[in-house]
């Protein structure tokens, strides 16, 4: 996707940050800092801003204050809450606090000064809705409200989510996916619900069913946090230095929704070349696009690298099926995770019916789509990424819809074929193990089906855009590749015979893991160190 560059001042530091936008936004120049939190009276450990009653708080740990236009600070007030995750306008009178430590959000009377118990997340009633359980179990990060709902964001890996919630019914009304996996701070403002990704450093509005729209503004700010959205402006806290950081943009090109262009689905290699006789097929399944937030480059740049590193080890185009987003590829500026030019990759959308269609065509055959009958004598390679949800009973999210482990395993198991070999990221991935396992299948997830699975701290930056990875990714196409995506050279080939064979790519992987998951597993006999993508 095309970038432009507006250097927006801040004055306070006396340099240019520089300010990346996409060419749908307009942004106003103009950024700066406001002065400190008067030093008299500090506020400690500043975490979160809101505007309600027509004033500006902050909030810290144990503590609630007015802010003046400025920056200083007015009334001081003490709270019981240690752990702040959010601060809101609530209704006349009444802020919301969040409570991390104790998964609740506590009302504050402005004329009382007096905190009161309004939810806890574990007692809120979810059904319906397959992530739920991740109220009982994630972060509370961020708080808001309409005046009527809840809404909440959740710190949960790449399944961090937000949710709007009836706090008099305590039921869930509706769910989304975070833009990020750092949903810092929310504020409801001009009917629209606002979030900032405070690593990815951007601010994104969110369609009334929680969707992201693909517009957001970047926030020239090391670790923002709080936020405020005025009618041109948004404010946020300055990571440690505790100033206010009052950025000027245009707030109605941030909520406008961005068109996706439409397309015949097409496969992007001649029938004749469809038909060729091939051994070895390849499904690569991405549910969500690089768009969705800053930190989530990676659903592309793990899809196309893991296509290419395919290629590299002998599949073809034809026996290659990618599955991603919307069935558009990213334009990306990054020559790395960009095709040749005039060079399509994604076959079809991640929804559940293209994935339905893929797979029964390589099960019956479908030249329509270009789709290869396998043989019993095949190999199936397939890859999975995206956000997941569940345990014992897991699912993975595609663009429309879940798709339930049982019934992946269905589909799957109607194909002919010698051996599979299963490479999963998503979050709860460990859940569909049971379901896949068979004496011909090899499996490697990214974590136990009640774990998380998470965006790496592995990343590459160009032309100033950071683009990520999923942690357990990262290491399995490196192992499977050879090298990283900068060109360091990595050996997976454990028992030198000159192949990376597909425990050997597990294993590398389990051994470099850094991140709060634990890889699983499933190996009949010597099918993992017997097969290698390369053969």
């Known amino acids: 996707m095309n970038r432009r560059r507006t250097c927006l001042p801040i004055v306070t530091l006396g340099l240019l940050v520089s300010m990346s936008t996409f060419p749908a936004q307009v942004v106003r120049p103009g950024a700066r800092a406001l002065p400190g939190l008067t030093a008299a009276v500090p506020l400690v450990e500043l975490q979160t801003l809101c505007k309600a009653d027509g004033k500006m708080f902050a909030a810290g740990r144990g503590q609630i204050a007015v802010l003046n236009e400025d920056g200083s600070v007015g009334e001081k007030y003490g709270t019981p809450i240690q752990s702040i995750a959010g601060l809101a306008a609530y209704r006349p009178g009444l802020l919301l606090i969040g409570d991390s430590a104790n998964r609740s959000i506590f009302t504050f009377n402005l004329s009382t000064k007096q905190s009161e118990k309004l939810l806890n997340l574990a007692e809120v009633n979810a059904r319906g809705f397959i992530p739920g359980n991740l109220l009982a179990t994630g972060e509370l990060a961020s708080v808001a409200s309409d005046g009527q709902k809840i809404f909440v964001g959740i710190r949960a890996g790449l399944s961090s989510s937000l949710f709007a919630i009836d706090p008099k019914t305590k039921r869930v009304l509706a769910h989304g996916w975070a833009p990020g996996d750092d949903p810092s701070a929310l504020a409801f403002s001009q009917g629209r619900l606002f979030v900032l990704d405070g690593k990815g450093q951007q601010v994104r509005s969110l369609a009334p069913d929680l969707k992201p729209v693909r517009n957001w503004l970047n926030i020239p700010v090391q670790n923002p946090r709080g936020l405020i959205i005025e009618e041109d402006k948004v404010r946020v806290i300055r990571g440690s230095s505790n100033q206010l950081g009052l950025i000027n943009t245009d707030i109605p090109q941030l909520i406008r929704a961005s068109v996706v262009p439409v397309r015949e689905w097409k496969r992007r290699v001649p029938d004749a070349e469809v038909h060729l006789p091939a051994r070895k097929y390849a499904v690569l399944i991405?549910?969500?696009?690089?768009?969705?937030?800053?930190?989530?480059?990676?659903?592309?740049?793990?899809?196309?690298?893991?296509?290419?590193?395919?290629?590299?080890?002998?599949?073809?185009?034809?026996?290659?099926?990618?599955?991603?987003?919307?069935?558009?590829?990213?334009?990306?500026?990054?020559?790395?995770?960009?095709?040749?030019?005039?060079?399509?990759?994604?076959?079809?959308?991640?929804?559940?019916?293209?994935?339905?269609?893929?797979?029964?065509?390589?099960?019956?055959?479908?030249?329509?789509?270009?789709?290869?009958?396998?043989?019993?004598?095949?190999?199936?390679?397939?890859?999975?990424?995206?956000?997941?949800?569940?345990?014992?009973?897991?699912?993975?999210?595609?663009?429309?819809?879940?798709?339930?482990?049982?019934?992946?395993?269905?589909?799957?198991?109607?194909?002919?074929?010698?051996?599979?070999?299963?490479?999963?990221?998503?979050?709860?991935?460990?859940?569909?193990?049971?379901?896949?396992?068979?004496?011909?299948?090899?499996?490697?997830?990214?974590?136990?089906?009640?774990?998380?699975?998470?965006?790496?701290?592995?990343?590459?930056?160009?032309?100033?855009?950071?683009?990520?990875?999923?942690?357990?990714?990262?290491?399995?196409?490196?192992?499977?590749?050879?090298?990283?995506?900068?060109?360091?050279?990595?050996?997976?080939?454990?028992?030198?015979?000159?192949?990376?064979?597909?425990?050997?790519?597990?294993?590398?992987?389990?051994?470099?893991?850094?991140?709060?998951?634990?890889?699983?597993?499933?190996?009949?006999?010597?099918?993992?160190?017997?097969?290698?993508?390369?053969?």
């Open 286 to 535: 991405c549910g969500d696009v690089a768009e969705s937030g800053a930190a989530y480059t990676c659903f592309w740049n793990d899809t196309y690298w893991m296509y290419k590193t395919l290629l590299a080890r002998g599949f073809t185009k034809s026996s290659i099926y990618v599955l991603y987003g919307d069935g558009n590829d990213w334009n990306c500026a990054n020559p790395f995770y960009k095709p040749p030019a005039g060079e399509k990759v994604t076959d079809f959308p991640a929804t559940i019916g293209w994935v339905n269609k893929v797979l029964d065509g390589l099960k019956n055959g479908d030249s329509a789509n270009g789709i290869t009958k396998m043989t019993s004598e095949d190999t199936l390679f397939l890859w999975t990424f995206d956000h997941g949800a569940g345990g014992n009973t897991a699912y993975l999210c595609l663009m429309d819809e879940w798709y339930k482990d049982s019934d992946f395993a269905a589909k799957l198991d109607q194909i002919p074929c010698a051996k599979r070999l299963v490479f999963m990221q998503q979050c709860r991935s460990g859940g569909f193990i049971d379901d896949l396992a068979n004496d011909k299948t090899f499996i490697s997830t990214a974590c136990k089906a009640w774990q998380y699975a998470y965006v790496g701290d592995e990343y590459e930056m160009y032309a100033g855009v950071k683009y990520t990875h999923g942690e357990y990714n990262y290491h399995i196409i490196s192992a499977l590749s050879g090298s990283t995506p900068t060109g360091a050279a990595i050996n997976a080939d454990a028992n030198g015979n000159g192949k990376v064979s597909v425990l050997e790519m597990h294993l590398w992987e389990a051994a470099h893991e850094n991140s709060v998951e634990t890889p699983q597993l499933h190996n009949p006999g010597t099918l993992g160190m017997t097969s290698h993508p390369a053969d």
